[in-house]
């Protein structure tokens, strides 16, 4: 009788998380799937990507490294108003996470694909994932990403948005 239901819990739950990833945008669902190749440094980001990233951002594109100076508050100082954390790279997407100073601290997920004109947008989430200490380390991983996705903690904003 225990098997049944144990059984039955299994179903279940497998088709709440098919649900969930139908729910998904289908670029979601491939950031869940993709083999992710993961760079740990600003400087390790395909240069073609990380320009199209910076023009997406505004007047201010300075984004400082992992565990660099980085103005977490909405004050204007000579400090770069985003951090990146994470990168990585699956055949011709990237993908860059970075929290962007200021109200409401959050981080960012953008996704690019490497067309025929160059980097194209294909993806941007906004919300929280991973552990966050204070103002000065928050540490995410893909599996933190992924997870935050499947769980709406990261949420789709789209990609075509002026300013990232």
Not at 67 to 85: W, Y
Not at 101 to 126: D, M, Q, S, T, Y
């Amino acid at each position: 009788m225990r098997l049944k239901s144990l059984g039955n819990a299994v179903l279940l739950l497998g088709v709440i998380s098919q649900g969930v990833l139908a729910q998904m945008s289908s670029e979601a669902q491939v950031f869940q799937h993709l083999p992710w190749t993961i760079v740990n440094s600003i400087e390790s980001v395909e240069p073609k990507e990380l320009a199209e990233l910076k023009s997406r951002i505004g007047p201010n594109s300075q984004i400082s490294d992992l565990g660099g100076p980085f103005e977490a508050g909405c004050i204007v100082t000579d400090k770069p108003s985003r951090r990146f954390l994470l990168g990585g790279y699956a055949g011709t997407r990237w993908f860059v996470t970075y929290e962007p100073g200021g109200r409401g601290h959050h981080i960012v997920l953008a996704i690019f694909n490497l067309g025929p004109k160059g980097p194209e947008p294909c993806f941007l989430a906004r919300g929280m994932a991973g552990k966050q200490d204070d103002w000065s380390n928050w540490r995410v991983n893909l599996a933190d990403l992924r997870t935050a996705l499947k769980d709406g903690k990261l949420t789709e904003d789209g990609g075509n948005e002026l300013h990232y």
